[in-house]
Each structure stands twice: as structure tokens, then as C-alpha cells.
């Protein structure tokens, strides 16, 4: 991962990334990152920061240390990226494909054998020649939820009971926007356009 | 002589133009700039600044409101706001994160909020007089922040975009459960109507100024705007915000505080002149409730000691039975 900058104080939490999964057989997605002292933490904040709201059957954690990212500028500055050593090993790949808005940075793509982060990071590279960002982890460094039906009942279908979260359980209040917009008392266009 | 500060041309001693013309090339492009890229020094110092008070008012934004959970109404309106004040504490998380790809650690930006050295929204040091103010800070103080960050969901930089994208689309439920509790009280009790109007008289001015200062009075605009952090300026956002909130708050029969406050010829709504040196006195915290907030935050935090301590000791416990 890219050094910081800055002088970093040794006391707090390592950061863990976290991967969320919307659905089954859907890829798993970094949404951010957590500050955790062991595996279990980790996946608890995790869950309290990243679903609160539905749309979850899986979390992943991975510590910060154990993850390789690179754009492809940072790779043609940096060659050394493709040298960092590690186990060998099942790795998992992540790619960022497009500028688009977006929630989330990375979808993790699938596996590769590797003998070390840089080796899995040149594959991922070849692979997805075409990328904005790649991601690799080992296997062995992944902590997950239970698959099994209980836990995921239990961690994540609370958020969904909690319809009252979701903007649509309040409808429209009042006149709708378009109406208003009628009725001559909110301008057309945005406010940002005029006069453009 | 006076030279040129790099937060004014950008530029920090040794680097290139060539480097800035690539990157600004990039942000031209419409191209998200994510961290391992190469970025001018005051592209970083400027987002990690803003991102970090962004961060540390979410964070502060919970105790005004938090205020109230004991006294919610009703258990309806108990759970809404239970779960509105834990976006807020999420959102701070996202910020944090954000900030954290550009090198900045939490401990530091903990230290910077407690110490009073980092600013926060001064929104955020009003008081909440009644239960109305809840969904009035919904209504309006959401939703100007929506608008902000909306905007900002639009930045350059990756992190910070993908944190308001997600941010966003929360805050939405913030802004519609406080217009439909303010809505049904307008409509409600002479008592009801009495203090959603109490609470727009107090909420309104400062959810303007909320939006920060005008174009012509907004020092760091120049290179916020020339690298894609901001895409529009303080008083266009300010303008949508009012385009929105005018004709519903006086659909809901609620009269705005400010006689200025009229239509011009292309629909938008115009506003009276806004009193800066209350808004400059608030953020210098010689007004408002700046120490009881950051005295708030710090009793959290010192309250909380006990349960990183427990943490600790348990992760400090498994890696001694791992290595044995
Ligand atoms: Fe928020
Ligand atoms: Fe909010």
C-alpha cells in the first residue's frame, strides 16, 4: 500500500480494509477501511459502519499491511511495486474500472497463484491490461463472516427490517418538485446553470 | 517582495510544471486521482484539511440531536433519530478513511478536533431548544448539506467522492423524516405550528450560512476549484438550496425570517443580507456552544477508555497465545 506522507503515530488500530457483499454471486467490494485490534473486531465495526443499511450477505476484513494497490502511474514510477515479496499462494485480484460515480473502489475479480504480492500484482496487470486500479491480497489473510444461513441472518437482516432508514418509506411530502417547478415557485433549471 | 504562497498558485517548491500540467490534464479529463497517484503537495494538504473537518463534523454533528433521543416523542420517532445520529457517526468513519489514503492518521485528527485546532461546521455549536429543532436540522441543515455533497460526490479525488456518494444517499433519509415531522406539525396544533415556526426563525439564517461565506469572500476557492474539489461555488450551492427549501417550507404555511426574500425574473428566490459577523464570531467560537461540544467529545472519548483498554488487552492477549 502507498506510504503515508506524514509521520504516523504507532498507537492506533491497524486499519483493516473492508470488502462487502450485496447479494450471492456478486463480486465482493473495498468499501473503506475500519481501525480494529483483532479479526472479530474488526468484522463488528466493520458491520456497524458499512451496513446499516440492507444489501449485505458477507463482510470481508483484510489488514492494511497485507494489501498491494497500484494505479498505472504509480506502476510507472515505482517498478519496485512489482517486486514486493510475500507467501506464496492463493491471492485474490481487485480491479477499479471506470471513473463513474461510485461507492465503492474496488470489485474483487477473482484468483490467482502467485509466489508473492508483486507477482500476483504483474498477473493481475496482465489479466486487466485496461484497469484504473489494482488490488491483491493473499488468501490467508482474509477474515470473513460465517456463510452459514444463522450468521447471516443474524449480522445482517436486522438493517433490513429497519424500513424507516430508506428514504422511500417517507414518499413524496407535500407537492412533488415537478409541480412546483409548474407552478413558477422553483426555477426550471438548477440555479448553477444559469447565465452559463 | 512578497512571494506567491503555494495556496495560492499550487505549486510547492520541487515540483514541475510539467507534473501539474499532466495531473491537471488528468482532472480535465474528468479521471478520479486515487492515492498511490502523484498529486501537487497542496492538492493533499488542502483535501486532507477539508476532509477532516468535513470528518469532525459529522462527528460533532451528533450531539446537538443526540441531545434528544431520551426525549423523542414517540418510539417511531425514537428509532428514526437513534439511527439518523449513527449515519452521522458512520459518515465521520467514511471521512476519516478518506483522509487516512492521503496520509493523515486518525490519533492526529482525534488530537487536532479535541485540542480545538481542527474546525468543525459551526453549525453544529446552536443550540436545540425544542424537539422541533430535530427535524428542523433535518430538513435544513441536511439538506444544505446534501446539496454541498452532492457536489463534492462530483470531486477529483477518488476517496473523498466515493465517501459522498455513499454519504449521500443516507443523508437523504435525514432530510425526508425531518420535512415530514416539520410538514405535520406546520399542520398540526396552534402549540405544533407555534414551535415548528420557532424552530425555522432560529434554523434558518445559520443553515444559510452553513454554506460557507460568499464567492467574493471564500479565500480557498482558486485551486479547490482549478483541481476539481469544489465544482461549484458557495453561493450557487447556496442558491440551490434556497430554490429547493422556499416554495416547500411555505407550502408547509411556515413564514421564512427574512422580509428580503423575494422571486427574481428567472424563478430563483433571492435572499436578504446574510449577518457574517455572527457566523465569523460562532466559527472563532467566542459564540455558540464551541466548549460544551468539544467538552462533550472529550468526555466520550475519556468515557470510552476503558472499553479500547479491554480491546487491547484482549488483542494483546491472543497474539501472546499465538506465539506460544
Ligand atoms: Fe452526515
Ligand atoms: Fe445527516
Known sequence: ?196 | MTHPTPAQTGITPGETAEQHAHFEARIARGEKIEAGDWMPAEYRRQLIRMISQHAHSEVVGMLPEGEWITRAPSLRRKTILMAKVQDEAGHGQYLYHAAETLGATREDMLQALLSGKAKYSSIFNYPTHSWADVGMIGWLVDGAAIKNQTMLAGCSYGPYSRAMVRICSEETFHHKQGKEMIVAYAQGTPQQRAMAQDALNRWWWPAMMMLGPHDADSPNSGVLTRWGIKLKSNDEVRQEFINEHVPELLEAGLTIPDPDLHQDEHGNWRHGPIHWDEFWAVIRGEQGLNKERLGARQAAHDDGAWVRDALQAYTDRQRAVAAD
Open chain 1, 1 to 196: 500500500m502507498t506510504q503515508p506522507q506524514y509521520p504516523s503515530s504507532d498507537t492506533q488500530w491497524p486499519r483493516w480494509e473492508v470488502f462487502k457483499q450485496d447479494a450471492p454471486n456478486r463480486p465482493h467490494q473495498a468499501v473503506g477501511s475500519v481501525h480494529a485490534g483483532d479479526p472479530q473486531h474488526a468484522l463488528l465495526t466493520a458491520r456497524n459502519v458499512f451496513v446499516r443499511r440492507p444489501a449485505a450477505v458477507s463482510l470481508w476484513c483484510v489488514r492494511e499491511d497485507d494489501i498491494l494497490t497500484a494505479t498505472p502511474e504509480e506502476l510507472t514510477t515505482n517498478f519496485a511495486l512489482l517486486d514486493t515479496p510475500g507467501e506464496a499462494g492463493t491471492y485474490h485480484v481487485g480491479v477499479k474500472r471506470t471513473n463513474k460515480r461510485s461507492m465503492t473502489f474496488v470489485d474483487l475479480s477473482g484468483t490467482v497463484q502467485a509466489s508473492g504480492s508483486g507477482d500476483a500484482l504483474r498477473q493481475a496487470q496482465v489479466m486487466h491490461p485496461d484497469v484504473l486500479a489494482w488490488m491483491v491480497f493473499p488468501e490467508t489473510a482474509v477474515v470473513r463472516t460465517d456463510e452459514d444461513p444463522g450468521t447471516v441472518e443474524s449480522w445482517f437482516a436486522p438493517a433490513k427490517d429497519k424500513t424507516y432508514k430508506q428514504q422511500q418509506h417517507y414518499g413524496v411530502i407535500g407537492r412533488h418538485v415537478g409541480e412546483l417547478k409548474r407552478a413558477g415557485l422553483m426555477p426550471g433549471r438548477a440555479a448553477s446553470e444559469e447565465g452559463a
